[in-house]
T-cell receptor
Framework: DVKVTQSSRYLVKRTGEKVFLECVQDMDHENMFWYRQDPGLGLRLIYFSYDVKMKEKGDIPEGYSVSREKKERFSLILESASTNQTSMYLC?????????????FGPGTRLTVL | AQSVAQPEDQVNVAEGNPLTVKCTYSVSGNPYLFWYVQYPNRGLQFLLKYITGDNLVKGSYGFEAEFNKSQTSFHLKKPSALVSDSALYFCAVWRSNDYKLSFGAGTTVTVRA
């Protein structure tokens, strides 16, 4: 089974702090994704990566950056956390075989910014 | 814009009754459609997808979905709902213009015993 793990289930940070969310997948997948989930808005794509050191903006990249130094690890960085970034963050990976790929999700990190 | 819509925020059914969760799509070209489920305090799990071929797609946990091109719909169905099916369900479509997955807002399903 594909396993996608996220470093924290719950995280509380203060406004202005730099926040790192880590994601690791163990299936040698090419693609990795970061989404945020908000009630009534579904999932919105923040960034994705289709290869090591490669990244592309999703639909809502403002206020975020990412890092992918190794194939299995994809980090989401909030440079200066703000209260409107309080959300559930979901990481996903997919094999990279094309646009019919199934994405496999981690359990999520619920981030609260005070 | 290429997207999906889930017209119902909530669906309530009694255990043993049929369950339907609605999804309509708007894409150019052939649609690639997905259903995911999120159980409480868990990440999303893949249920099924439509790529091409048979309009009735069978998936995990006894779910199936019917692709209807004329109505641009991809409704999720289960003939006999279980209390354990209570969860948040998301429909998604692959956007051919920028190669990203677009999710609906989600439908909360509650199955009462």
């Amino acid at each position: 089974d594909v396993k996608v793990t996220q470093s924290s289930r719950y995280l509380v940070k203060r406004t202005g702090e730099k926040v790192f969310l880590e994601c690791v997948q163990d299936m040698d997948h090419e693609n990795m994704f970061w989404y945020r989930q908000d009630p009534g808005l579904g999932l919105r794509l923040i960034y994705f990566s289709y290869d090591v050191k490669m990244k592309e903006k999703g639909d809502i990249p403002e206020g975020y950056s990412v890092s992918r130094e190794k194939k299995e690890r994809f980090s989401l960085i909030l440079e200066s956390a703000s209260t409107n970034q309080t959300s559930m963050y979901l990481c996903a990976s997919s094999p990279g075989q094309g646009n019919t790929d199934t994405q496999y999700f981690g359990p999520g990190t619920r981030l609260t910014v005070l | 814009a290429q997207s999906v819509a889930q017209p119902e925020d909530q669906v309530n059914v009694a255990e043993g009754n049929p369950l339907t969760v609605k999804c309509t799509y708007s894409v150019s070209g052939n649609p690639y459609l997905f259903w995911y489920v999120q159980y409480p305090n868990r990440g999303l799990q893949f249920l099924l997808k439509y790529i091409t071929g048979d309009n009735l797609v069978k998936g995990s946990y006894g779910f199936e979905a019917e692709f209807n091109k004329s109505q641009t719909s991809f409704h999720l169905k289960k003939p006999s709902a279980l209390v354990s099916d209570s969860a948040l369900y998301f429909c998604a479509v692959w956007r051919s213009n920028d190669y990203k997955l677009s999710f609906g807002a989600g439908t909360t399903v509650t199955v009462r015993a």
